[in-house]
């Protein structure tokens, strides 16, 4: 059985369990849907060792989206057999929608499961941060709670960070990339100048600097974490700037992507916010002198 529309999938996945189903009962329905022959292609991908992997979701209100993410990238971490062990930490920004009942079957039985919170809402930034600094892992990747990119499209950052990158960066504008759903017009549209004028204030190397699909090694780029001031959608492009002043290896690798209609980035107020932040992050990059860091986040 091959992943072909990680979408239609599952809605098919979804359609066979309730909110009253348990752990057990929804991974036996997920593994049936993959099929095992999958479960044992993506185990050879990575040879076998005792790495740590952790993977980061950061959630607002997102709690419809949580069953079926945490299957799906539970059965993604089930498939890399010994090559890594491993968690998945969900962050609630200041959510309002109680995630802890909608993990909490999942945090009674899978001690890999966690969920850390943020006191309110503080933006995307400031929860992965929360994440990442909980993280055990030498290996740290953050996605979507949507899954826009699905969890499978972790194992071609995780074979950058094996050949020597420090930054494996998803890419929806790569020219290897496949869109299988779309962003609206307006979007679009948004999201392409937005793109012209990062690479015009920062001189960044890449084409989509705000993928959600990300990975990194976690030596060298704790310090970064542990200092990121930028809350919002923007920390992307502090982190891109940071790890380039610190001449750390930064990959843009080509993935699958869906888009999905519920995002929670608002264009106009978002954008409004995010040029901002792109203007004062531009400016403190080209100020700052060659052994200069941005001070720790208290």
Same mark, same amino acid.
């Given at each position: ?18 909110? %009253?189903?348990?752990? *057990?009962?929804?991974?036996? /329905? ?18 076998? $060792?005792? &790495? ?17 993410? %945490? ?7 089930? /498939?890399?057999?010994? @090559? ?36 309110? =809402?503080?933006?995307? $930034? ?21 899954? /826009? ?5 972790? #194992? ?6 094996? &050949?020597? %990158?420090?930054? @494996? ?19 679009? $549209? ?9 690479? @015009? ?7 989509? %600097? ?17 200092? #990121?001031?930028? *809350? ?12 380039? =002043? ?11 992507? !869906?888009?999905? /209609? ?10 409004? *916010? #995010?040029?901002? !932040?792109?203007?004062?992050? @531009? ?16």
């Amino acid at each position: 059985m091959l992943l072909q529309d990680h979408r239609a999938l599952i809605v098919g996945i979804r359609s066979s369990w309730s909110w %009253t189903s348990g752990p *057990q009962e929804v991974r036996s /329905s997920v593994l049936q849907s993959f099929g095992n022959i999958e479960r044992v292609r993506f185990s050879r991908l990575i040879p076998r $060792g005792d &790495r740590v992997l952790s993977v980061v979701i950061p959630i607002r209100n997102g709690t419809s989206f949580i069953q079926y993410t %945490t299957e799906a990238v539970l059965w993604f971490l089930d /498939s890399l057999g010994k @090559a890594y062990e491993s968690e998945l930490i969900f962050v609630s920004d200041g959510c309002t929608d109680q995630p802890e009942r909608a993990l909490q079957s999942w945090l009674d039985v899978d001690s890999r499961v966690r969920l850390e919170h943020l006191g309110k =809402h503080c933006g995307k $930034g400031a929860a992965v941060r929360k994440g990442v600094l909980a993280a055990r892992g030498d290996r740290i990747a953050f996605l979507d709670v949507d899954l /826009s990119a699905r969890p499978e499209m972790l #194992m071609r950052l995780l074979a950058a960070l094996d &050949r020597g %990158t420090d930054f @494996a960066c998803g890419s929806r504008h790569h020219a290897g990339s496949r869109i299988t759903v779309g962003q609206g017009l307006a979007r679009r $549209g948004l999201g392409k100048l937005f793109r012209v004028l990062v690479r @015009a204030a920062t001189h960044l190397d890449l084409q989509d %600097t705000q993928c959600g699909c990300k990975a990194f090694l976690r030596q060298p780029m704790l310090p970064i974490f542990e200092q #990121m001031k930028e *809350q919002g959608f923007a920390f992307d492009i502090e982190l891109l700037l940071e790890a380039r =002043h610190r001449n750390l290896v930064i990959e843009e690798i080509p993935i699958d992507w !869906a888009d999905d /209609s519920s995002s929670s980035v608002r264009p106009v107020r978002d954008g409004v *916010q #995010m040029l901002s !932040a792109l203007i004062r992050l @531009a400016y403190r990059d080209r100020m700052r002198g060659p052994d200069e860091t941005t001070e720790p986040l208290e």
